[in-house]
């Protein structure tokens, strides 16, 4: 096992090398000239533009800026931006505000989600049942930043029960709202997925038996039922979680939330490179991270599954 | 953390603003340190002009207001006597001295220092010896002399009368010291001299900013401070201030646009801004040089329904040019001869255009390049179906992704047809709309001038109307002038937009100056 999560964590070196070089090629390769955008529509002295060229390494070419920021970074230091802010200052703001949104979108969804699709599924063809899957549909089928304005407009506008401007004071308390808006679509798969692989266990034949051996009913449900049919749906939790983080930039723009998602839009937007691969390449990070957690997790869930090492 | 949060819902008190209460407003993360000689865009703007007081500040009309200026004398309007005021200081206590404003004038303009605002110090003596960027950081323009303390002398490359008026733009600034010793650090934290100081710059969260005390110039704040909000999504900062959480807002978001002032009733804003949008084409575009490309300008000119695309797509908030200038600065005319040239006529169009391919048939197609992150789309489509129906020629709209890529393309000079383009005034003057997109100065890449229209007779013309030494003088020969840019039309006026601009009822005496800032000092709010 030991040596299952060593190997496992060796493999993020070259998925590290790859992401940043992959990111950093098509960042280098975007269309326009950041630098000479800056003035909007005046144009920028040739001197400013050369101070400002010189001073971020984009005079030279495209494997020298690589190598000249993975220096840096290895020197742990993440570079600049446009108007002189440190990006690690930055990001270390930035990401425990979204980590927070995204911990109450994964609470939402698994414990709501889980809950519900159990119901479902137990259930499977009652009116409670249809009710949750037209929920569902439903959730999917309206855009995020649909459902976020209206959450805005309705619990911030009219209800004033939330604050409009959630990044004035990112509490746990003000990003609820935002956190539940985030996690509303994969809620409605967790829902889904963990109503069809419920129905599929309760009709096998182990958990008739264990029905049949006169097993209180919440045990069948919790021994027999759930743990069998919950590792896809672990799976997608945790693959979501790298998604959440991402998928962030827009409901953190609608809610004017400071985290990762804002930054990653505005350095995209202003050009700046080295911000772009650092952001992406932490959120390749995360998404590994969470993926060996989830690897660790079936083990845990399933004895079947064994990690040994092949001596 | 900040001031604005208590603010939320508390509405209804009758009387006059607190002399406490912290205004909030919205606003854009600054793309740059906050240093005067370095800012450009309005993030970083909006907040400068709080910070610092120059030699002159702008009123609600763009008239220039006296800040430090004791006076500016000149005989000539070549060589300028600038005499400041006594007693002024920093926020750190330094004195501003005249050796304040010729210090961060000269670093402004040194190459070696590569400052985004160098160009407006172009017109001093000795701009060009410093302006490379190879210049010694050390060197200084000869044509700034400090006489004692409070005076200095400036001396232009050739007279220019609107100087005094540029005066009030935020690049004149004095600096302290203590920028010299730490640029990098001040950038962060800047030290000024105007109505207001910086407490705190939370980066994409907020700037707040509180009354300085020392200020004794003309715009004594009525509130306790400004919080300056970044607000990723126009959207959201109208949601919030339909809430309470916000003061004032200086841009309406799209989709608010034709039920705002309904909405807002008399706390709804809208008025002339000083921008005007056009589209330009190369003087060199094959199929719009000489006699032909000169006629064919004028007829895609008049097949051009300004007012039906500024009613339909803007819903009002932009009404069609009449000149090449804006109504918000001195001088618009809608009676400059030859400016029929701008109103929509088919018959007068399809006229034109056979006129032009009787000397050379057109190659085709007409394509009108934009940027395809700034809404413009649909006025694009807008105007290339028009042309299509009126001269029957194939027009289509060219994106490009971002404004990034087209302003490459444009600068490179590797676009062809039309493309979209938009000016904003740096200081109220009619000569900054005509002098930086017009004049053969800017041409060749040297300036806005992404036409390359060099007509030595206008150049003649604008040197004549910025020597003149009286005001009413001077705007006549810039309209004048006008009219040669009416015949060649190197760029193609559209519309002046109106800022759409609104405030919440927690707030009282909320103005819109010229340049579609709110006057920040005179705002009143309850507390």
């Known amino acids: 096992m030991t040596w299952y999560v060593l190997r496992r964590v060796l493999q993020m070196i070259p998925v590290f090398f790859g992401a940043t070089l992959l990111v950093y090629f098509m960042v280098f390769f975007m269309p326009g000239d950041p630098i000479a955008a800056l003035g909007g529509d005046k144009p920028l002295p040739e001197a400013a533009q050369a101070r400002l060229r010189e001073e971020f390494n984009l005079d030279k070419p495209f494997l020298v800026q ?81 459902l976020g304005f209206v959450a805005q407009f309705v619990l911030g506008v009219q209800l004033r029960v939330m604050p409009v401007n959630v990044g004035r004071d990112p509490s746990w308390e003000n990003l609820l709202v935002p956190g539940m808006v985030l996690g509303a679509v994969s809620f ?124 | 953390m900040t001031a604005g949060v208590g603010c939320r819902g508390r509405r209804g008190s009758d009387g006059g603003g607190s002399a406490d209460a912290v ?71 330094d004195p501003v001295t005249a050796q304040s404003f010729v210090d961060a004038w000269n670093h402004g303009a040194n190459g070696a220092n590569g400052q985004v605002n160098s160009y407006f110090f172009e017109s001093i003596e000795g701009y060009a010896d410093v302006s490379a960027e190879d210049a010694d950081p050390s060197a200084t323009m000869s044509g700034l002399t400090v006489v004692d303390d409070l005076t200095f002398e400036v001396t232009l490359v050739s007279p220019q009368s609107d100087f ?68 990723q999504d126009p959207e959201t900062a109208y949601n919030d201030m339909l809430s309470g959480g916000l003061d004032v807002i200086d841009t309406i978001p799209a989709s608010a646009r034709s039920s705002y002032q309904d909405e807002l009733g008399d706390r709804a804003v809208s008025k002339p801004a000083a921008t005007i949008a056009f589209f330009g084409i190369h003087m060199e575009d094959p199929d719009f040089t000489g006699e032909a490309g000169m006629l064919r300008r004028q007829a895609i000119s008049r097949a051009i329904d300004r007012q039906t695309i500024c009613d339909t797509i803007f819903h009002g908030t932009t009404s069609p040019s009449t000149d090449f200038i804006s109504p918000a600065v001195a001088g618009h005319s809608e009676s400059i001869p030859g400016n029929e040239v701008l109103q929509y006529d088919e018959a007068e169009a399809k006229r034109l255009w056979e006129e032009a391919e009787a000397i050379q048939p057109f190659q085709g197609p007409f394509t009108l390049s934009y940027n395809a992150d700034g809404s413009h789309q649909e006025w694009v489509e807008a105007i290339c179906n028009g042309l299509k129906n009126v001269l029957g020629i194939e027009a289509q709209g060219n ?54 229209y060099m ?23 810039g309209q004048q002038a006008q009219e040669l840019l009416l015949r060649d039309l190197p760029g193609i006026p559209l519309w002046f937009s109106s800022v759409s601009a609104g405030y919440a009822d927690t707030v009282d005496n909320v103005e819109f100056n010229w340049g579609s800032q709110p006057i920040y000092y005179q705002i009143t709010k309850q507390a």
């Open chain 1, 66 to 146: 690589y190598f000249l920021y993975l220096a840096n970074i290895f020197q742990g230091d993440l570079g600049s931006t446009f108007r002189g802010q440190s990006i690690s200052g930055q990001l270390a703001d930035a990401f425990p505000i979204t980590i927070r949104l995204a911990i109450i979108a994964i609470v939402f969804e698994a414990v709501l989600g889980i809950a519900a699709g159990v119901i479902s599924g137990l259930r499977k063809g009652t009116w409670i049942d249809t009710t949750f899957l037209m929920l569902s549909l439903l959730v999917i089928a309206v855009p995020t930043f649909v």
């Open chain 1, 188 to 311: 409605a798969y967790v829902l889904r997925l963990t109503r069809t692989q419920v129905a599929e266990v309760a009709a096998q034949d182990h958990v008739r038996t264990a029905t049949a051996k006169g097993l209180p009913r919440h045990r069948v449900v919790s021994a027999h039922v759930l743990r069998n049919s919950l590792i896809p749906v672990i799976t997608y939790i945790g693959i979501d979680l790298g998604m959440l983080m991402g998928g962030a930039i827009v409901t953190e723009s609608i809610f004017n939330i400071p985290g990762i998602g804002f930054h990653l839009w505005d350095a995209i937007r202003a050009g700046e490179n080295t911000k772009v691969v650092t952001i992406v390449t932490l959120l390749v990070t995360v998404f590994v991270i969470a993926n060996l957690i989830v690897d660790i997790l079936y083990a845990l869930l399933d004895p079947r599954i064994r990690y040994v090492s092949k001596s």
């Open chain 2, 23 to 93: 205004v909030t407003l919205n606003n854009t993360e600054p793309q740059n340190p906050l240093v005067t000689t370095n800012s450009i865009e309005m993030g970083g703007i909006n907040i400068l002009v709080n910070l610092y007081s120059g030699l002159f500040s702008y009123d609600a009309e763009g008239a220039a207001q006296e800040e430090m200026a004791e006076s500016v004398e000149t005989e000539d309007s070549q060589h300028y006597t600038i005499t400041i005021k006594d007693g002024w200081t920093f926020t750190n206590g």
């Open chain 2, 164 to 231: 005094p008026i540029r005066l009030g733009y935020i690049a004149y600034s004095p600096l302290p010291q203590a920028y010299f010793d730490d640029p990098e650090g001040f950038g962060q934290a800047p030290i000024g001299n105007g109505p207001y100081r910086l407490v705190e710059w939370n980066q994409n969260q907020n700037a707040l900013l509180e009354v300085n005390p020392d200020y004794s110039g003309p715009r004594k704040p009525a509130n306790g401070g400004l919080d300056f909000v970044v607000y």
């Open chain 2, 399 to 452: 994106s490009f992704p971002d404004f990034k890529s087209l302003r490459e393309a444009t600068t490179g000079r590797t676009i062809t047809g039309a493309f979209r383009s938009s000016w904003v005034a740096d200081y109220p003057s009619m000569y900054n709309f005509l002098g930086p997109l017009y004049s053969s100065a800017a041409a060749e890449g040297r300036g806005s001038n992404n036409w390359d």
């Open chain 2, 455 to 477: 007509n030595p007779e206008f150049d003649e013309m604008l040197q004549e109307g910025l020597s003149a030494t009286s005001e009413e003088e001077s705007l006549r020969i």
